[in-house]
Protein backbone atom coordinates (compact mmCIF):
# COMPACT_ATOMS: atom_id res chain seq x y z
CA UNK A 1 0.00 0.00 0.00
CA UNK A 2 1.02 3.88 -0.62
CA UNK A 3 0.57 6.77 1.23
CA UNK A 4 0.95 10.71 1.36
CA UNK A 5 1.54 12.60 4.30
CA UNK A 6 1.26 16.20 4.60
CA UNK A 7 0.71 16.79 8.31
CA UNK A 8 0.56 20.85 8.41
CA UNK A 9 -3.16 21.48 7.03
CA UNK A 10 -1.69 25.00 6.80
CA UNK A 11 0.56 27.13 6.88
CA UNK A 12 0.80 30.99 7.49
CA UNK A 13 3.68 33.01 6.14
CA UNK A 14 4.34 36.78 5.44
CA UNK A 15 5.05 37.88 1.45
CA UNK A 16 8.43 37.94 0.78
CA UNK A 17 9.17 35.26 3.60
CA UNK A 18 10.78 31.94 2.44
CA UNK A 19 8.15 28.95 2.79
CA UNK A 20 8.50 24.63 3.06
CA UNK A 21 5.64 22.87 2.88
CA UNK A 22 6.12 18.97 3.74
CA UNK A 23 5.21 15.93 2.36
CA UNK A 24 6.47 12.14 3.25
CA UNK A 25 5.42 9.03 1.54
CA UNK A 26 5.39 5.38 2.44
CA UNK A 27 5.72 2.90 -0.62
CA UNK A 28 6.83 -0.45 -0.62
CA UNK A 29 7.89 0.21 -4.65
CA UNK A 30 9.66 3.05 -6.54
CA UNK A 31 7.64 6.07 -6.95
CA UNK A 32 7.22 9.08 -9.07
CA UNK A 33 6.10 12.12 -7.23
CA UNK A 34 4.26 15.30 -7.85
CA UNK A 35 3.24 18.59 -6.22
CA UNK A 36 -0.10 19.99 -7.49
CA UNK A 37 -1.32 23.53 -6.56
CA UNK A 38 -5.50 24.70 -6.07
CA UNK A 39 -6.18 28.11 -6.73
CA UNK A 40 -9.38 29.00 -5.23
CA UNK A 41 -11.96 27.38 -6.87
CA UNK A 42 -10.05 25.70 -9.68
CA UNK A 43 -8.90 22.55 -10.15
CA UNK A 44 -5.24 21.24 -9.56
CA UNK A 45 -2.58 22.40 -11.75
CA UNK A 46 0.78 20.91 -11.87
CA UNK A 47 3.08 22.54 -9.97
CA UNK A 48 6.20 19.83 -10.74
CA UNK A 49 7.03 16.76 -10.51
CA UNK A 50 10.04 13.89 -9.75
CA UNK A 51 10.58 11.04 -11.83
CA UNK A 52 14.14 10.28 -11.89
CA UNK A 53 17.54 11.57 -11.89
CA UNK A 54 18.30 14.95 -10.44
CA UNK A 55 16.92 15.02 -6.64
CA UNK A 56 16.35 18.62 -6.47
CA UNK A 57 13.03 19.73 -8.99
CA UNK A 58 12.45 23.20 -10.29
CA UNK A 59 8.60 23.76 -11.47
CA UNK A 60 6.44 26.70 -12.21
CA UNK A 61 6.46 29.87 -10.10
CA UNK A 62 9.82 29.81 -8.81
CA UNK A 63 9.20 26.32 -6.56
CA UNK A 64 11.15 23.38 -6.42
CA UNK A 65 11.58 20.07 -4.09
CA UNK A 66 13.82 17.87 -3.25
CA UNK A 67 13.21 14.25 -3.51
CA UNK A 68 15.07 12.54 -0.20
CA UNK A 69 14.96 8.66 -0.43
CA UNK A 70 16.02 7.88 2.53
CA UNK A 71 13.78 10.09 4.48
CA UNK A 72 10.91 9.28 2.22
CA UNK A 73 10.50 13.23 1.83
CA UNK A 74 9.47 15.62 -0.99
CA UNK A 75 9.05 18.62 0.43
CA UNK A 76 8.34 21.74 -1.67
CA UNK A 77 10.08 25.33 -1.33
CA UNK A 78 10.02 28.28 -2.78
CA UNK A 79 12.66 31.56 -1.31
CA UNK A 80 10.46 34.18 -1.40
CA UNK A 81 6.70 34.11 -1.25
CA UNK A 82 4.20 35.99 -3.39
CA UNK A 83 0.16 37.14 -2.05
CA UNK A 84 -0.35 35.28 -5.73
CA UNK A 85 1.13 31.91 -4.37
CA UNK A 86 -1.45 31.89 -1.58
CA UNK A 87 -3.68 28.22 -2.68
CA UNK A 88 -4.03 24.44 -1.21
CA UNK A 89 -1.23 22.64 -2.24
CA UNK A 90 -1.05 18.64 -3.12
CA UNK A 91 1.66 16.17 -2.47
CA UNK A 92 0.88 12.93 -4.47
CA UNK A 93 2.65 9.79 -5.59
CA UNK A 94 2.04 6.32 -7.79
CA UNK A 95 4.24 4.04 -8.16
CA UNK A 96 4.68 3.21 -11.43
CA UNK A 97 0.61 2.13 -12.09
CA UNK A 98 -2.01 4.37 -13.21
CA UNK A 99 -3.39 5.89 -10.35
CA UNK A 100 -2.38 8.82 -7.87
CA UNK A 101 -2.19 8.50 -4.19
CA UNK A 102 -2.82 12.35 -3.01
CA UNK A 103 -2.19 13.75 0.79
CA UNK A 104 -4.68 15.65 2.36
CA UNK A 105 -3.39 19.19 1.34
CA UNK A 106 -1.57 22.01 3.13
CA UNK A 107 -3.30 25.41 2.91
CA UNK A 108 -0.50 28.23 2.06
CA UNK A 109 -1.79 31.76 3.34
CA UNK A 110 0.31 34.67 2.30
CA UNK A 111 -0.37 37.66 4.39
CA UNK A 112 0.91 41.15 3.98
CA UNK B 1 -6.33 22.92 -26.76
CA UNK B 2 -9.66 23.08 -24.24
CA UNK B 3 -7.86 20.62 -22.17
CA UNK B 4 -10.53 18.58 -19.70
CA UNK B 5 -13.36 20.09 -19.14
CA UNK B 6 -16.91 19.83 -16.95
CA UNK B 7 -20.25 20.50 -17.34
CA UNK B 8 -21.96 21.77 -15.29
CA UNK B 9 -19.98 24.17 -13.18
CA UNK B 10 -22.19 23.93 -9.86
CA UNK B 11 -25.52 22.04 -9.12
CA UNK B 12 -28.08 20.95 -5.91
CA UNK B 13 -30.02 18.82 -6.09
CA UNK B 14 -32.80 16.83 -4.16
CA UNK B 15 -32.16 13.70 -2.26
CA UNK B 16 -33.44 10.81 -4.81
CA UNK B 17 -32.49 12.86 -8.02
CA UNK B 18 -30.51 11.53 -10.22
CA UNK B 19 -28.12 13.06 -12.62
CA UNK B 20 -24.62 13.05 -15.01
CA UNK B 21 -21.59 14.90 -14.46
CA UNK B 22 -20.37 15.39 -17.89
CA UNK B 23 -16.41 14.89 -18.46
CA UNK B 24 -14.58 15.63 -21.93
CA UNK B 25 -10.89 16.05 -23.19
CA UNK B 26 -9.34 16.77 -25.86
CA UNK B 27 -5.80 15.78 -25.88
CA UNK B 28 -6.46 11.85 -26.64
CA UNK B 29 -5.72 10.66 -23.21
CA UNK B 30 -5.98 7.58 -22.98
CA UNK B 31 -6.71 7.64 -18.96
CA UNK B 32 -9.56 9.53 -17.59
CA UNK B 33 -10.06 9.62 -13.56
CA UNK B 34 -13.36 11.01 -11.27
CA UNK B 35 -12.55 12.28 -8.13
CA UNK B 36 -14.25 13.80 -4.93
CA UNK B 37 -12.51 16.12 -3.05
CA UNK B 38 -13.87 16.80 0.72
CA UNK B 39 -12.71 19.45 3.29
CA UNK B 40 -9.39 18.28 4.85
CA UNK B 41 -9.76 14.82 3.61
CA UNK B 42 -7.38 15.22 0.16
CA UNK B 43 -8.96 13.72 -3.22
CA UNK B 44 -9.95 9.77 -3.54
CA UNK B 45 -10.47 8.48 -6.18
CA UNK B 46 -14.12 7.21 -7.38
CA UNK B 47 -14.04 5.49 -10.61
CA UNK B 48 -11.21 5.36 -13.38
CA UNK B 49 -10.71 4.16 -17.12
CA UNK B 50 -7.74 2.79 -19.08
CA UNK B 51 -9.43 3.70 -22.69
CA UNK B 52 -12.64 3.17 -24.40
CA UNK B 53 -15.07 0.74 -22.95
CA UNK B 54 -12.72 -0.27 -20.12
CA UNK B 55 -13.64 1.27 -16.45
CA UNK B 56 -12.52 0.44 -13.03
CA UNK B 57 -13.61 1.29 -9.48
CA UNK B 58 -11.79 3.25 -7.26
CA UNK B 59 -11.57 3.91 -3.54
CA UNK B 60 -15.38 5.20 -3.22
CA UNK B 61 -17.21 3.93 -5.95
CA UNK B 62 -20.51 3.58 -4.05
CA UNK B 63 -23.48 5.15 -5.41
CA UNK B 64 -21.73 6.46 -8.73
CA UNK B 65 -21.83 4.15 -12.17
CA UNK B 66 -19.57 5.37 -14.98
CA UNK B 67 -19.01 4.40 -18.83
CA UNK B 68 -16.35 5.26 -21.59
CA UNK B 69 -17.63 4.76 -25.09
CA UNK B 70 -15.23 7.36 -26.22
CA UNK B 71 -11.88 7.86 -25.49
CA UNK B 72 -13.03 12.15 -25.51
CA UNK B 73 -15.74 11.56 -22.79
CA UNK B 74 -16.03 10.58 -19.46
CA UNK B 75 -19.31 10.54 -18.02
CA UNK B 76 -20.36 10.14 -14.37
CA UNK B 77 -23.98 9.30 -13.08
CA UNK B 78 -25.29 9.43 -9.61
CA UNK B 79 -28.16 7.01 -9.52
CA UNK B 80 -29.93 8.50 -6.08
CA UNK B 81 -28.46 11.28 -4.77
CA UNK B 82 -27.77 11.56 -0.70
CA UNK B 83 -26.60 14.21 1.50
CA UNK B 84 -22.88 12.35 1.41
CA UNK B 85 -22.28 12.95 -2.32
CA UNK B 86 -22.47 16.48 -1.46
CA UNK B 87 -18.59 17.25 -2.67
CA UNK B 88 -16.68 19.10 -5.34
CA UNK B 89 -16.05 16.29 -8.33
CA UNK B 90 -12.90 16.59 -10.33
CA UNK B 91 -12.35 14.55 -13.91
CA UNK B 92 -8.81 14.19 -15.16
CA UNK B 93 -6.85 12.52 -17.68
CA UNK B 94 -3.84 10.98 -18.54
CA UNK B 95 -1.28 9.89 -21.43
CA UNK B 96 -0.25 6.12 -21.01
CA UNK B 97 2.68 6.74 -19.37
CA UNK B 98 4.33 5.18 -16.41
CA UNK B 99 4.97 8.94 -14.82
CA UNK B 100 0.88 9.17 -14.67
CA UNK B 101 0.83 12.57 -14.91
CA UNK B 102 -2.51 14.08 -14.55
CA UNK B 103 -4.88 16.42 -15.94
CA UNK B 104 -7.51 18.57 -13.98
CA UNK B 105 -10.92 19.91 -15.29
CA UNK B 106 -12.04 22.74 -13.39
CA UNK B 107 -14.62 20.69 -11.11
CA UNK B 108 -18.28 20.15 -10.57
CA UNK B 109 -19.44 21.78 -7.20
CA UNK B 110 -22.45 19.56 -6.00
CA UNK B 111 -24.85 19.66 -3.08
CA UNK B 112 -27.49 17.21 -2.78
CA UNK B 113 -30.26 19.30 0.07
Known amino acids: AQSVTQLDSQVPVFEEAPVELRCNYSSSVSVYLFWYVQYPNQGLQLLLKYLSGSTLVKGINGFEAEFNKSQTSFHLRKPSVHISDTAEYFCALTGGGNKLTFGTGTQLKVEL | NAGVTQTPKFRILKIGQSMTLQCAQD?????MYWYRQDPGMGLKLIYY???????DKGEVPNGYNVSRSTTEDFPLRLELAAPSQTSVYFCASGPRRDSNEQFFGPGTRLTVL
Open chain 2, 49 to 55: SVGAGIT
Open chain 2, 27 to 31: MNHNY
